[in-house]
């Protein structure tokens, strides 16, 4: 069983910076990030596979960075030159059956969810 717990939410100013990590317990193939604004859907923002191989979407491409440290068994989202559209609520997600890994696969296991807030 996946288990998949968030931290390093909380406020930060526009242009600023902060880490998200995500606590894997659990085999995976398959790691993502995701974040949703009330009333709209979750979207995918970042991927990484086994290979370490990424991939994201546009408008963080540049700024936001995924990495896994296998050895602490934690992923990352290292946020940069954050903006007033990056606040929502950031979730990390996984799936543990190999197939395609990227922003369109379907992953099973999800956190809890940590919120971000950028103000100005």
């Known amino acids: 069983q996946v288990q998949l717990v968030e931290s390093g939410g909380g406020s930060v100013q526009v242009g600023g910076s902060l880490r998200l990590s995500c606590a894997i317990s659990?085999?995976?193939?398959?790691l993502g990030w995701f974040r949703q604004i009330p009333g709209k859907e979750r979207e995918a923002i970042a991927s990484i596979d086994n290979y370490n191989s990424t991939m994201y979407e546009g408008s963080v491409k540049g700024r936001f960075s995924i990495s896994r440290d296998s050895a602490k068994s934690t992923l990352y989202l290292q946020m940069r030159s954050v903006k007033s559209e990056d606040t929502a609520m950031y979730y990390c997600?996984?799936?543990?059956?190999?197939?395609?890994?990227?922003?369109?696969?379907?992953?099973?296991?999800w956190g809890q969810g940590t919120q971000v807030t950028v103000s100005s």
């Open positions: 997600a996984a799936r543990s059956n190999w197939g395609f890994c990227g922003l369109r696969a379907v992953f099973i296991h």
């Open positions: 659990g085999f995976t193939t398959c």
